[in-house]
T-cell receptor
């Protein structure tokens, strides 16, 4: 069965500092991987996705993620965090051949201090 | 383009009462999903529709939850009777390759 682990429940960074959110997945074949962001009271917004090809993917709002098959990881990074990035971040893995039926991690809540 | 619409946004009921949530997907999206997001957890898939047929409802508690998608467009998710542990945000999503989520319906069961 596919699964996602986000080991950090809560992270606090200073505005302007770099950010890395960890994600480890379990899946039997090549996974489809996603990062979503959720602001309070809002739905989920797709930040970026990996299907195949270049293992470093660029997303919206200056985020990027790197797929590392050997480590079963798909960590999210941003070089300089803005106060507006404070939100909940979810990593998700999808089944073969489709971007649907996503399995989500438990999320990492990001707090940004000024 | 209009996004996924859900209503109501908030609902408070007492246990053993019933509740229904409505979802209108993005026009042209054949696939529709209902996810349950309990506080502190990631979303969990309840049911997936392809047009008006059910593709996956393996995690839907069928003794109390039901969902339908008549005419392959709008969908309704019903809970009857509700339990305390049903308190959650119910997210609807539609896809044409990529998932788009609505803002969710927050249910509180007292």
């Amino acid at each position: 069965a596919q699964s996602v682990t986000q080991p950090d429940i809560h992270i606090t960074v200073s505005e302007g500092a770099s950010l890395e959110l960890r994600c480890n997945y379990s899946y039997g074949a090549t996974p489809y991987l996603f990062w979503y962001v959720q602001s309070p009271g809002q739905g989920l917004q797709l930040l970026l996705k990996y299907f195949s090809g270049d293992t470093l993917v660029q997303g919206i709002k200056g985020f990027e993620a790197e797929f590392k098959r050997s480590q079963s990881s798909f960590n999210l990074r941003k070089p300089s965090v803005h106060w507006s990035d404070a939100a909940e971040y979810f990593c998700a893995v999808g089944g073969t051949g489709t971007a649907s039926k996503l399995t989500f991690g438990t999320g990492t809540r990001l707090q940004v201090t000024l | 383009e209009a996004g996924v619409a859900q209503s109501p946004r908030y609902k408070i009921i007492e246990k053993r009462q019933s509740v229904a949530f409505w979802c209108n997907p993005i026009s042209g999206h054949a696939t529709l999903y209902w996810y349950q997001q309990i506080l502190g957890q990631g979303p969990k898939l309840l049911i997936q529709f392809q047009n008006n047929g059910v593709v996956d409802d393996s995690q839907l508690p069928k003794d109390r939850f039901s969902a339908e998608r008549l005419k392959g467009v709008d969908s309704t998710l019903k809970i009857q009777p509700a339990k305390l542990e049903d308190s959650a945000v119910y997210l609807c999503a539609s896809s044409f390759g990529e998932l788009f989520f609505g803002e969710g319906s927050r249910l509180t069961v007292l």
